[in-house]
């Protein structure tokens, strides 16, 4: 079946690092690509995605590129804030099914000040 | 314009009782989405509805578990005889009308924490 896998948290980084969180994805057909955060108590807010391999979707300082080769989409960020400090969601939706939204487990960032 | 909107945004229900979740899609939206996070997960899809009709609930527990969205007023999950398993952040996600687009954004609302003792 569908499914997404990103890396395991909680990542703690100081502000100013740069950040990196992998995500992988398994799909039966083409996979649209998102990044979603979610700050405590909140739901999800879109952060960005990306509609077919090789587009980089980019928001706020963050991106990731679609690489269909090694089916990833891997955030960054070059200098992270405390701001930032939230759970991340790598997600896909095939538009076969739907644009059901499959999600990864999430990762926790902290960011020191 | 006002974002996807859900109540109430706790609920605390005893076992053997009924959680009715409501959800008012962004104006002009049609296509809703309900997913359920259990603590420590990822958000799971539940079920995805347009006005009046079911489109896909291949994610909703065979038992116990409903969902609608009438032609008029929001759209309701409703989950009869709770138990403790039941209790999780459920949210509803919209996205605009018409045919669906591929890779079209959903849009959150801030979710139901649902606590069954």
């Known amino acids: 079946g569908d499914s997404v896998t990103q890396m395991e948290g909680p990542v703690t980084l100081s502000e100013e690092a740069f950040l990196t969180i992998n995500c992988t994805y398994t799909a039966t057909g083409y996979p649209s690509l998102f990044w979603y955060v979610q700050y405590p108590g909140e739901g999800l807010q879109l952060l960005l995605k990306?509609?077919?391999?090789?587009d980089k979707g980019s928001n706020k300082g963050f991106e990731a590129t679609y690489r269909k080769e090694t089916t990833s989409f891997h955030l960054e960020k070059g200098s992270v804030q405390v701001s930032d400090s939230a759970v991340y969601f790598c997600?896909?939706?095939?538009?076969?099914?739907?644009?059901?939204?499959?999600f990864g487990a999430g990762t926790i960032l902290r960011v020191k000040s | 314009n006002a974002g996807v909107m859900q109540n109430p945004r706790h609920l605390v229900r005893r076992r053997g009782q009924e959680a009715r979740l409501r959800c008012s899609p962004m104006k002009g939206h049609s296509h809703v989405y309900w997913y359920r996070q259990l603590p420590e997960e990822g958000l799971k899809f539940m079920v995805y509805?347009?006005?009046?009709?079911?489109?896909?609930e291949s994610g909703m527990p065979k038992e116990r578990f409903s969902a609608e969205f009438p032609k008029e007023g929001p759209s309701i999950l409703r989950i009869q005889q709770v138990v403790r398993g039941d209790s999780a952040a459920y949210f509803c996600?919209?996205?605009?009308?018409?045919?669906?687009?591929?890779?079209?954004?959903?849009?959150f609302g801030p979710g139901t924490r649902l606590l069954v003792l």
């Open positions: 509805l347009q006005k009046e009709n079911i489109i896909d």
């Open positions: 997600a896909l939706s095939l538009f076969e099914y739907g644009n059901k939204l499959v």
């Open positions: 990306a509609t077919k391999a090789d």
């Open positions: 996600a919209s996205s605009p009308p018409g045919l669906a687009a591929r890779g079209e954004t959903q849009y």
